[in-house]
């Protein structure tokens, strides 16, 4: 059974930084390219970045580009997402995905396994 489990969401302050770690397990992690994603309040699940399956590409949103870093680490089977001058815009459900088929893909539903989600909040 294919499990991504999302870690070290939480509250910050505007400026701050967050690296929440996925975790997978029950797949071969190093043939799947993984991404992140999230989710506001009343708002559609959302892009943020991605990363190939042997980490040579990698993939932003504008919204994140210059201040969000994607890597993995294929022997550990990670994926951590260096979040860093959080803005409160970038307050969310935080997603961890994987994909089999293209690094990068903007369409949620064509990601093929998801996590459960954490939470990052940022305050003004």
């Known amino acids: 059974q294919v499990q991504l489990v999302e870690f070290g969401g939480g509250l910050v302050q505007a400026g701050g930084s967050l690296s929440p770690p996925c975790a997978a397990s029950g797949l071969t992690f190093c043939y799947y390219n993984l991404g992140w994603f999230r989710q506001a309040p009343g708002e559609g699940r959302e892009f943020g970045s991605s990363?190939?399956?042997?980490?040579?590409?990698?993939y932003y949103a504008d919204s994140v580009k210059g201040r969000f870093t994607i890597t993995r680490d294929n022997a550990k089977n990670t994926v951590h997402l260096q979040m860093n001058s959080l803005k409160p815009e970038d307050t969310a459900v935080y997603y961890c995905?994987?994909?089999?088929?293209?690094?990068?893909?903007?369409?949620?539903?064509?990601?093929?396994?998801w996590g459960q989600g954490t939470q990052v909040t940022v305050s003004s």
């Open positions: 995905a994987a994909n089999f088929d293209r690094a990068y893909d903007v369409a949620a539903l064509r990601w093929d396994y």
């Open positions: 990363i190939s399956w042997c980490g040579g590409s990698t």
